[in-house]
């Protein structure tokens, strides 16, 4: 009686080794999910470092009315485009002030001061108007630049103050206008009807007095 005893509790003990637990409830394994991709398009004005650059290729610019401040009237605005290379934004602006070509109507003027940083333009300029009339004395003038950019778009804001002394009175006055830049494409093989050079686009952009009837 008593091996039979022993025997029933061996092949239970034998029986229990060898049925596995009850099976837990646990989370499938998380399944590969490829990583979602946002490609920005490509931005016109790059900043890298620190420092913006524009992509090269036909710019618009299209300039606002110049109010004549201390005069009354205005000049209506109008529009223009330019090739521009690659390169950083600083050395675009100054080639469109004139720094790197003759400036318009023999003015001189001197080296234009920049600050670019944060998506904003500061900065300005003095230049001295020779005069062509008898008894008027050499005229001085002072442009004052402000402005902003983004990937796509550049803005930049023109303050001119003009000092002319004309028998011994001062006669002040002064411009402001806007201009506002986009590309619009590579540059074309052909010329535009509204396409500018580096030489021209100078006036359009920095002189106070330009007509549309001149574009």
């Known amino acids: 009686m008593a091996g039979r005893m022993a025997i029933a509790v061996l092949a239970g003990l034998t029986l229990s080794a060898q049925t596995p637990p009850p099976a837990q409830d646990t989370p499938p394994p998380p399944q590969d999910t490829p990583p979602i991709v946002v490609i920005a398009p490509d931005a016109d004005i790059v900043v890298t470092g620190g420092r913006p650059a524009i992509r090269g290729g036909l710019w618009q610019f299209t ?30 602006l100054r080639g469109l002030a004139g720094e790197r070509s003759a400036m318009p109507r023999g003015r001189i003027c001197g080296r234009m001061r920049l600050t670019i940083r944060d998506a904003r333009i500061a900065g300005g300029r003095t230049c001295i108007n020779p005069s062509t009339e008898i008894g008027q004395a050499p005229r001085n003038s002072r442009m004052d630049v402000s402005g902003g950019y983004d990937a796509r778009r550049l803005t930049l804001n023109f303050r001119s103050e003009d000092e002319a002394r004309l028998e011994g009175l001062d006669r002040p006055t002064g411009q402001r206008w806007r201009a506002e830049a986009v590309r619009i494409g590579d540059c074309p093989a052909a010329r535009r009807r509204d396409q500018r050079t580096a030489e021209e686009a100078v006036s359009r952009l920095f002189e106070a007095m330009v007509t549309p009837d001149a574009d």
Do not use: K
């Open 63 to 92: 300039r606002s009315a110049t109010l004549l401040l201390g005069q009354g009237g205005s000049i209506r605005g109008f529009r223009f485009t330019t090739c521009l290379a690659d390169g950083a934004l600083e050395e675009a």
